[in-house]
């Protein structure tokens, strides 16, 4: 059974560091993947999509990768600002239509 | 585009109760699924469709039922509540990717309790 892990669970930093949100899958076979964000008490805002072919993607700030062989992906967010403060998820199929979850960091980037 | 609204946005409910819990979505997105996320287990899938009149199950499917009867609709429907069942709800659409399920755009939730 795919089960994802999202270290660190939680992470405090001071405002304009550059940080690293890490995910892994039991099994390296992941198809796409997606990194969301969620504010409290809200739903989930798509961040980044890596797709098959792909092996990262920018957007701003943020990056993300993944590495195929070994079923794990990083997402970088560079300069940190307090407006980055959410919980950030990540999510994998693996060629299905079923994606599998995260339990997500807790990001709090301190002004 | 409104993208994907769900209604309603909270509710409560007595255990046995049944209810409907509404999901559209405006992006003619032909894969659409519902989750539930619970505090320390993240988001789990329930249902989830591919495609008008098609269905299927999900990780965590009991108690819930699903049809898709248009490509915008996808109601879930809860027959008998439970307390086990006070959660947030999600709904969430994509693209029909090469194989599976592309980038899922999600709607703002639904906030269930069953006393």
């Known amino acids: 059974k795919q089960e994802v892990t999202q270290i660190p669970a939680a992470l405090s930093v001071p405002e304009g560091e550059n940080l690293v949100l890490n995910c892994s899958f039991t099994?390296?076979?992941?198809?796409?993947l997606q990194w969301f964000r969620q504010d409290p008490g809200k739903g989930l805002t798509s961040l980044l999509l890596?797709?098959?072919?792909?092996r990262e993607q920018t957007s701003g700030r943020l990056n993300a990768s993944l590495d195929k062989s070994s079923g794990r992906s990083t997402l970088y967010i560079a300069a940190s600002q307090p407006g980055d403060s959410a919980t950030y998820l990540c999510?994998?199929?693996?060629?299905?239509?079923?994606?599998?979850f995260g339990t997500g960091t807790r990001l709090k980037v301190l002004a | 585009n409104a993208g994907v609204t769900q209604t309603p946005k909270f509710q409560v409910l007595k255990t046995g109760q049944s209810m409907t819990l509404q999901c559209a979505q405006d992006?003619?997105?032909?894969?659409m699924s519902w989750y539930r996320q619970d505090p320390g287990m993240g988001l789990r899938l329930i249902h989830y469709?591919?495609?008008?009149?098609?269905?299927d199950q999900g990780e965590v499917p009991n108690g819930y039922n699903v049809s898709r009867s248009t490509t915008e609709d996808f109601p879930l429907r809860l027959l008998s509540a439970a307390p086990s069942q006070t959660s947030v709800y999600f709904c969430?659409?994509?693209?029909?990717?090469?194989?599976?399920?592309?980038?899922?755009?999600f709607g703002p939730g639904t906030r269930l309790t069953v006393l």
């Open positions: 099994d390296s076979a992941i198809y796409n």
């Open positions: 890596i797709q098959s072919s792909q």
């Open positions: 999510a994998g199929t693996s060629g299905t239509y079923k994606y599998i």
């Open positions: 969430a659409s994509s693209y029909q990717g090469l194989a599976g399920a592309n980038e899922q755009f």
């Open positions: 992006m003619n997105h032909e894969y």
């Open positions: 469709s591919v495609g008008a009149g098609i269905t």
